[in-house]
């Protein structure tokens, strides 16, 4: 039954080797389960109930995946999207979470008419390819960031920021799992973030932080999932109810659209073009129904109570494993709802322990910074602001809108107006309007 549903055959694969697959790919993006509740928790959602709505939501979504495009597809909340949701709408912003999870609903059902219309490729379009590249490493920097505040590796002084006391044990936890999770990966070892956060979780046990050990045993390592209820159906649209409130949510609900498409396209051609599923022309076959995926999942992460939910890079490490079909994605799915049963191990892990994976996951992202055109000042300018800003301004958004708008500045002032499509000035401007105070409707 598998073999027919799969078409195990037509893609020259087994039962067997798909279900090694997922279980690679749970490997390497299992992380998340302990990551996502400890980011998303700093907004006041409850963090029990964060672990199961994590694991919850990436088994649907990528069961979605699965059934919807046959793909070796994984999805989970999105990093990156998630410090964005916590750090600026929610701390920055000061927008209770509920209001936030508001917007990221609003995001899916625009991601899901632009998908069903085919007007995410203008939109993916009109924003240049080195600022594509940039967001994606001005959120590396930004995720790296946290983590290093998280592990107390960095600390804030006054203005500023200054090397933290290394002799702490928080400090000295998450530098050492910085440094061996950096060689488990060096040395290609599957699974290397999870190992890593799991060495420095059994570490914390002989480590004394400021309230005692680091890592503090539960009662049980086994138990039945925390209820999602105090996060479920909690979204509300308080900022729909007036034009002032609307306006203020329009740039955060823009960027969360922008950072989910760029994301997802991304994530979807590199583990693709690396399965063999492009066509001679490049092209993904099943494109449209694999971000009607992204699209739907976007939704259920808003009802469920969670930062939006997005394609896994890590999923090509599936595919290196030899997963070709939805079957590694299902393998995926289950494992990631068996894990709800060791909630109470998931909880223990410090977030001394979790900062590095926060760093790892941000040197990745960083990665990328190779292709942006460095020696063409008019492409590389907007993208190295557009990496600085991020970072700097604790904002996705704001990073972005900087960028986008000196790109509109320069292509402009070169009068060569054509080098930004009319949907890029349009965002541009709306950035604009919000960084300099002018909309209209503003009392």
Same mark, same amino acid.
């Given at each position: 039954m598998l073999r027919r549903l799969f078409r195990l055959e037509e893609h020259q694969t087994t039962v067997g080797r798909e279900l090694q697959a997922g279980l690679t790919t749970f490997a390497a993006m299992a992380y998340i389960l302990a990551v996502n509740p400890t980011m998303l928790a700093n907004t006041g959602m409850d963090k029990g109930a964060l672990v199961t709505v994590t694991a919850m939501t990436a088994a649907i979504a990528t069961g979605?995946?699965? !059934?919807? =495009? %046959?793909?070796?597809?994984a999805l989970a909340p999105g990093m990156g999207i998630n410090a964005f949701f916590t750090f600026t709408i929610c701390l920055g912003k000061g927008i209770p979470w509920q209001e936030a999870l $508001?917007?990221? +609903?609003? %995001? $899916? /059902?625009v991601f899901l008419t632009l998908s069903v219309t085919g007007v995410r490729e203008k939109i993916i379009?009109? /924003?240049? $390819?080195?600022l594509k590249v940039a967001v994606t490493c001005g959120i590396g920097v930004f995720i790296a960031f946290i983590g290093l505040r998280n592990g107390g590796v960095i600390v804030a002084d006054n203005a500023t920021f200054v090397r933290g006391d290394f002799t702490s044990g928080s400090a000295a936890l998450c530098l050492a799992g910085i440094a061996l999770t950096a060689i488990l990966i060096a040395i290609r070892i599957p699974g290397a973030i999870v190992l890593g956060m799991i060495a420095s979780t059994v570490a914390g046990l002989f480590i004394a932080g400021a309230g005692g050990k680091l890592t503090q045993l539960p009662a049980s390592l086994i138990a039945l999932p925390h209820s999602p209820a105090p996060l479920m159906f909690k979204l =509300? +649209?308080? !900022?729909? =109810?007036?034009m002032t409130a609307f306006e203020a949510a329009l740039p955060l609900i823009l960027t969360l659209l922008l950072v989910d498409l760029f994301d997802n396209i991304g994530t979807l051609i590199a583990v693709t073009k690396r399965a063999g599923l492009l066509d001679a022309q $490049?092209?993904?076959p099943k494109a449209g129904r694999a971000l009607l995926a992204d699209s739907l999942a976007t939704i259920l992460s808003a009802l469920s109570g969670t930062s939006t939910v997005v394609t896994y890079i890590e999923s090509a490490s599936g595919v290196e494993a030899g997963g070709r079909t939805g079957l590694t994605a299902l393998t995926t799915a289950g494992l990631m709802l068996l894990a709800l049963f060791l909630t109470p191990l998931i909880l223990a892990v410090p977030a001394a322990a979790t900062a590095p994976a926060l760093v790892i996951v941000g040197i990745f992202m960083m990665q990328s910074v190779v292709e942006i055109p460095m020696n063409d000042f008019v492409a590389s300018a907007p993208a190295i602001l557009t990496i600085f800003a991020i970072p700097l301004t604790f904002s996705i958004a704001q990073g972005l809108g900087l960028g986008l708008m000196l790109a509109a500045v320069l292509a402009l002032g070169l009068g060569r107006p054509k080098d930004l499509p009319v949907f890029g000035y349009i965002v541009a401007a709306v950035f604009f309007a919000d960084f300099f105070k002018l909309w209209p409707f503003r009392g």
């Open positions: 979605l995946m699965a !059934f919807l =495009t %046959n793909y070796p597809l $508001g917007m990221v +609903f609003v %995001n $899916g /059902i379009a009109a /924003i240049p $390819g080195p =509300t +649209f308080h !900022f729909l =109810t007036s $490049g092209r993904l």
